[in-house]
Nanobody, 117 residues
Framework: QVQLVESGGGLVQPGGSLRLSCAAS????????MSWYRQAPEKERELVAT????????TYADSVKGRFTISRDNAKNTVYLQMNSLKPEDTAVYYC??????????WGQGTQVTVSS
């Protein structure tokens, strides 16, 4: 059974930091590109960051470049999102995604991040 379980969300003040984790099980983690998406209220889901399966090439949305870092630990089947210098506009539900060619596309249940003073 495929599972992606996010954790690490919460309430943080502007300028603060959070580290999200996504623990994967039920599939061969190292064969999947991993991404973080987010969805704010009344907005479409947007891609935040992606890390490739082998080379670990990272790409980011312009809105988070220089502030967020995606990483993965294939030994622990876990992907992370380090979020620094958080802004109120980063408030959203953050989702973990695993993708591989052949139509393999899995999602976690999401974790809420709220940036507010």
């Amino acid at each position: 059974q495929v599972q992606l379980v996010e954790s690490g969300g919460g309430l943080v003040q502007p300028g603060g930091s959070l580290r999200l984790s996504c623990a994967a099980s039920g599939f061969t983690f190292s064969r999947y590109a991993m991404s973080w998406y987010r969805q704010a209220p009344e907005k479409e889901r947007e891609l935040v960051a992606t890390i490739t399966k082998v080379a670990g090439i990272r790409t980011y949305a312009d809105s988070v470049k220089g502030r967020f870092t995606i990483s993965r630990d294939n030994a622990k089947n876990t992907v992370y999102l380090q979020m620094n210098s958080l802004k109120p506009e980063d408030t959203a539900v953050y989702y973990c995604n695993a993708w591989a060619t052949g139509g393999y596309d899995y999602w976690g249940q999401g974790t809420q991040v709220t940036v507010s003073s």
